[in-house]
């Protein structure tokens, strides 16, 4: 059975093995959530990392200051019973 904490750490490194490097700077914990996906017992786990496509520009400069960068958010499914990443979505914000 995968705990929370295995379920986050294998999302994590599902990531950054399918990014890579690049893609998953800065990588953060947003939302954890439980859920029967497709029969099985599964751990929704939102991580979010800076978009190293956003412009550089002046008003990304000044994001950048204000902490405000671009970031963007992926949806890992990992089952409860094995800890396996099964799938990877983007996540969508509504007010973006």
């Keep these: 059975m995968a705990t929370l904490k295995d379920a986050v750490k294998n ?24 859920d029967n996906v497709k029969g099985a017992d599964s751990w929704l786990i939102t991580l979010s990392m ?5 412009p ?6 000044i994001e950048g200051i ?3 960068r671009r970031r963007e958010y ?11 990443v ?3 979505k983007i996540r969508e914000l509504q007010n973006q």
């Excluded at 490194?13 to 947003?30: H, K, M, P, S």
């Design 50 to 54: 800076i978009d190293p496509e956003f």
């Design 74 to 84: 992926k949806v890992f499914t990992v089952r409860k019973d094995t800890g396996e």
């Design 11 to 34: 999302a994590i490194a599902y990531a950054q093995d399918a990014l890579g490097e690049a893609r998953t700077r800065e990588i953060r914990l947003d939302e954890v959530e439980f």
């Design 66 to 68: 204000s902490g405000h």
């Design 86 to 88: 099964v799938a990877m």
């Design 56 to 61: 550089n520009s002046l008003a990304a400069a």
